[in-house]
């Protein structure tokens, strides 16, 4: 899963939703960046999914504070571009998997 904020989205093409994002962004937390670098690379080496958990300011009088999270099952990444600090994760939709039709005798 990787904890996303609104302000790092973009929409490039039709139906994608781009996240973009540096790890030096976070100098603070070395602990959490050097761990999010490591799942990048194995995201990215073993073309796994990514989820996506978007974080957001709950009550603004209270930054940092008060924080919504909310998942978004609908939608899949996959890590297209990670070069050890900027990464780029496109999220899309999965297609539905056809109905078998079954037949009654």
Known sequence: MLNCSHDYFGHPTRGVLRYEDKLSREPNQPKDVTLLG???SLARDGTLPVRMVVMSQVDKKKAGKSRGFHVRPDLIGKVVKFDGDH?????????PE????TRRK
């Open 38 to 40: 490591q799942h990048l």
């Open 87 to 95: 990464f780029i994760i496109d999220f899309t939709r999965p297609e």
């Open 98 to 101: 056809p109905e078998v039709e």
